[in-house]
């Protein structure tokens, strides 16, 4: 008894193979569209947090304004926030400075045992009871400082107090689209790039900063921030009384 085998044939085997390459190839663009989405999540999710942290970091750059300069606040010396060209500026004490000796009008070399720690570029502060002036420094020795201009006053010793402020500039550079962060006389460092703006608005009377940037991957989206400078109002309170 003859028995005969059937296998597929020719016709069957190419629809066969045509339905398993469109199975493929389907799963393929569904791969490739899964991946495309997670990339572009993936790169939203990377700059909503680089937004986040460099309105962070102003946040407490702004947080620190006017930290342990309350007198010369008060004194309207200087301005703890201020915004000059464009740019926020914000200060702060970086640290005591001693004196050698009595200072004087028109004086302008200042004698300092701190004086090799000081950079050219960096901002002094000469407070005393009745007021105070700050100054840039052009250059330092082992001893000495020489500042910008001649001071204003005479300064007795015993009751003046200097300062080395810490000067924090935020700024943004619209031909790179970069947000920029400069300490001191340093070179500015960018905070955070591929953005399209950056706005600051500073409501003195009510002491609030107002952040706002955007990100030129989606510039209708705006990250925003508010700040109450608690070190510029108790000053603000030290001056009223």
């Known amino acids: 008894m003859r028995t005969t085998q059937k296998g597929f044939s020719l016709m069957e085997g190419l629809i066969s193979l045509f339905l398993f390459l469109l199975i493929v190839l389907f799963s393929l663009e569904c791969f490739l569209f899964l991946r495309e989405h997670f990339a572009e999540l993936k790169k939203s999710e990377t700059a909503n947090t680089a937004a986040y ?8 750059d702004l947080c620190d304004a006017g930290l342990g300069l309350a007198e010369a ?15 926020l500026v914000v200060l702060s004490k970086d640290e005591d400075l001693a004196i050698g000796d009595d200072l004087y009008s028109g004086q302008q070399r200042i004698l300092s045992v701190d004086a090799k720690k ?3 570029g960096q901002l002094i502060g ?6 105070g002036e700050v100054h840039s420094v052009i ?3 082992q001893n000495s400082i020489l500042i910008d201009s001649p001071l204003a006053s005479d300064y007795l ?3 003046t107090c200097a300062v080395l402020l810490k000067r924090i500039s935020i700024f943004f550079d619209d031909t790179m689209g970069v947000l920029r962060r400069k ?5 500015a460092q960018p905070l955070l790039e591929d953005v399209a703006s950056f706005e600051i608005e500073y409501i003195r009377d009510a002491n609030l900063v107002s952040l706002d940037l955007a990100l030129k991957a989606d510039e209708e989206k705006k990250y ?5 400078p608690k070190n510029i109002a108790m000053a603000s309170i030290l001056r009223e009384e």
């Open 118 to 120: 000081i950079k050219r």
């Open 139 to 141: 250059s330092s020795d």
């Open 53 to 60: 942290a460099a309105l962070d970091r102003i946040r407490r």
């Open 224 to 228: 925003e921030t508010t700040v109450f």
């Open 73 to 87: 606040m008060e004194l309207q010396v200087l301005e703890g926030i201020s915004e000059q060209q464009g740019r």
């Open 126 to 131: 000469i407070i005393c009871p009745s007021g």
């Open 183 to 187: 300490v001191n006389a340093s070179p």
């Open 157 to 159: 010793h015993k009751n």
